[in-house]
């Protein structure tokens, strides 16, 4: 399952995955996180905030995952990981490779220097 929530007065999307990721939870959250690029015109940052990684719970969710990072990438600026999970090592690194946005990793209970790096402050 992920819960996706905006912070609109700052233009930050957040991801909280909680169980298996499925196919339909990257739908879901386009269809709030893209009406919400359009109307403001940008937004600052995304926010993936779990104490662990639930993985995916099949293989078309995991096509679905990566359908949504090639589809939003470019409209991202910054991608905050903000989680205790061996994924926090690898996403700077790793993440790099795939998606022009500048990508940062705090610990899970640093949520408001994720914010503030998004910010720019």
């Known amino acids: 399952m992920l819960t ?3 912070d609109e007065q700052h233009r930050i999307a957040i991801l909280e995955p909680d169980g298996p990721l499925s196919e339909t939870d990257f739908r879901s959250a386009a269809a709030i996180i893209d009406p919400f690029i359009e109307a403001a015109g ?3 940052g995304l926010i993936i905030h779990t104490r662990s990684f639930p993985g995916w719970g ?3 969710a ?3 995952h990566l359908t949504f990072v090639e589809e939003h990438h470019k409209k991202i ?3 905050a990981f903000v989680t205790d999970s061996i994924i926090r090592n690898l996403a700077e690194t790793i993440g790099s490779h795939f998606v022009s946005a500048d ?3 705090f610990r899970y209970d640093e949520m408001n220097k994720a914010r503030a790096w998004i910010l720019g402050e």
């Open 4 to 6: 996706t929530s905006l």
């Open 42 to 44: 940008h937004i600052k």
């Open 58 to 60: 099949s293989f078309s």
């Open 62 to 64: 995991l096509h679905s």
């Open 77 to 79: 600026p910054r991608i």
């Open 103 to 105: 990508i940062k990793s």
